[in-house]
């Protein structure tokens, strides 16, 4: 069984950033694949960014703008998000890929917002 805890979130202004955060517990995590997902009021959960030990990827609307990382000492990942949008609003979740099993954290709400 794989803990996943997220911090981080919070209101901001358009333009600006946050960076969450995501503990994990477990022995393994460097073989962890981890992946942070989003969900906003009405739409289905989406892939935000995920990351392996071989690299990362994003989906289009975040290129550029969010960084995926992670610690492996620390058993944690990270996402950097710069120049938010009102349309990243949305509640993000933390997953992680265990041995063909997938773990969820609880979610933390981010909301950009003047």
């Known amino acids: 069984q794989v803990q996943l805890e997220e911090s981080g979130g919070g209101l901001v202004q358009p333009g600006g950033s946050l960076r969450l955060s995501c503990a994990a517990s477990?022995?393994?995590?460097?073989?962890?694949?981890m992946g942070w997902y989003r969900q906003a009021p009405g739409k289905q959960r989406e892939l935000v960014a995920i990351?392996?030990?071989?690299?990362?990827s994003y989906a289009d609307s975040v290129k550029g703008r969010f960084t995926i990382s992670r610690d492996n000492a620390k058993n944690t990942v990270y996402l950097q998000m710069n120049i938010l949008k009102p349309e990243d609003t949305a509640v993000y979740y933390c997953?992680?890929?265990?041995?063909?099993?997938?773990?969820w954290g609880q979610g933390t709400q981010v909301t950009v917002s003047s």
């Open positions: 997953n992680a890929l265990v041995i063909n099993k997938l773990y």
């Open positions: 477990g022995s393994y995590f460097n073989t962890y694949v």
């Open positions: 990351i392996t030990n071989d690299g990362t």
